[in-house]
């Protein structure tokens, strides 16, 4: 956890509670939705999916496709973070006691860049 920050920019520390705040008020909206599984699209950056991860990992008991040992430091290597566009899927679930749990179905993919080089289209996820 970085302490770290540019000039007028926040630190990692604040970064990481940013995210830990989205995640708060992601759930929050989930539930207030009249379905039982309801599907939400977040749509962001590397950075702030590898803080995503992180707090997956850190705090929500979250098994990753890549292996948890990727997550152990703050920055890692070029593995545990998404591809530009890269494509994650997660089912997050709260417990009735208010605990978030998280399974990771797919990390950072990138199979929809891939170009059909017979047809020079993409191909689908």
Not at 24 to 53: M, W
Not at 73 to 101: A, C, E, M
């Amino acid at each position: 956890k970085s302490t770290w920050g540019p000039p007028n920019g926040e630190t990692g520390v604040q970064f990481r509670s940013r995210v830990q705040t989205v995640l708060q008020d992601l759930c929050s909206e989930a539930q207030s939705y009249k379905k039982d599984h309801p599907t939400l699209l977040l749509v962001t950056h590397s950075g702030f999916i590898r803080q995503l991860n992180l707090i997956f990992v850190d705090s929500h008991d979250c098994s990753m496709p890549e292996g948890n040992a990727e997550f152990s430091t703050y920055l890692g290597s070029r593995l545990g973070w998404s591809p530009n566009t890269g494509v994650s899927s997660y089912l997050i679930h709260r417990t009735q006691d208010g605990k978030i749990k998280v399974e990771c179905e797919m990390s950072g993919c990138g199979k929809h860049l891939a170009v059909d080089e017979e047809n020079g289209d993409h191909s689908p996820l």
